[in-house]
């Protein structure tokens, strides 16, 4: 009995260490090894709309946040100038093409007359000026147009379907052209970006499956590796006088993974009313053949 009982806490002990040295490994196998982060953020484009015309704004027909289609007008710019513009182009279309009528009627004139009567250089000064006129009249027609366009775009709108945010133009508030005013979130950009240690990267390759939780959603969204980063910026090193490396010469002997944003595609998105870009995700990369399998408890790193 005493050798029985011996042996059963033996065993208990030995199964009790395997357990956990074996549950350590896997702890340490999973927080330094496996491809997860909760460093992650949700991200879309962000469209910096600008008026093509310079004036002040007269109307602002968005609010904040609101929801716009591709096409709708975000903002006008005072058109009074730009119609002045249109008439004044007009006129001069009118002008040119009178001078241009008048012009081919002397051409044709002098078609009509002989050889005694006018001289070959009469002919080609005549010829000249006609083509000449009619070189005016269609740069006058140019003006026209380009006038026309600007006028057409006295009323900006919105490039994308998407979301206007932080929108701060008011009325009144005086554009240039080319200058961002309204930015819009094009709500069919939106992606997730991982921020990996550079240790876990040998096991993420482009087209792996992941999981994805925003913070605060219970529902879990999936995509894919979309790609990798090709470069970061070294911290260490910066550009010093004719163009020679500038290196830190300090080091620290305790290195930190740096780390390296990994872009994911989501497969799944859900309304892109209920995404807000820059809220704080946890990325998991899985296998394949644990896409059907119950998803880990993925602890805070």
């Known amino acids: 009995m005493k050798l029985f009982s011996l042996l059963i806490r033996i065993t208990v002990t030995l199964v009790v260490t395997l357990g956990a040295v074996g549950g350590g490994w896997w702890l340490w196998d999973y927080y330094m090894n496996q491809p997860w982060t909760r460093d992650g953020r949700v991200r879309a484009d962000v469209v910096q709309v600008s008026s ?22 975000l903002f006008v710019v005072d058109p009074s100038r730009y119609r002045l513009a249109v008439d004044q182009a007009e006129a001069n279309l009118e002008s040119a093409r009178a001078e241009l009528s008048f012009r081919k009627a002397e051409a044709d004139r002098y078609a009509q007359l002989g050889n005694n009567v006018v001289s070959t250089a009469q002919r080609q000064e005549v010829a000249s000026t006609q083509a000449k006129a009619a070189a005016a009249a269609r740069q006058m027609e140019a003006a026209l147009d380009l006038a026309r366009f600007n006028l057409e775009r006295t009323e900006v709108r919105a490039t994308v379907d998407g979301f206007v945010t932080n929108l701060q133009l008011k009325a009144g508030n005086y554009v240039t052209a080319g200058q961002p005013v309204v930015a819009v979130i094009d709500r069919h950009s939106f992606y997730v970006v991982g921020y990996f240690e550079e240790t876990k990267l040998p096991r993420i390759r482009v087209g792996d499956p992941v999981r994805v939780t925003i913070m605060g959603e219970p529902e879990r969204l999936t995509g894919r590796v979309d ?25 620290n002997w305790v290195r930190l993974a740096q780390r390296i944003p990994v872009r994911v595609a989501l497969e799944r998105v859900p309304d892109p009313r209920d995404l807000v870009a820059g809220r704080t995700v946890t990325v998991e990369v899985v296998r394949e053949a644990e896409q059907g399998a119950p998803a880990k408890r993925v602890a805070e790193q």
Request: zero cysteines; a negative charge; charged letters at 25%.
């Open 52 to 73: 093509d015309v310079a004036g002040l704004v007269t109307e602002v027909r968005v609010i904040d946040n609101q929801a716009v289609r591709k096409g709708d007008v």
């Open 227 to 251: 790609s990798v980063t090709h470069a970061i910026v070294d911290r260490d090193r910066t550009e010093g006088t004719g163009l020679l490396p500038n290196v830190n010469p300090t080091f």
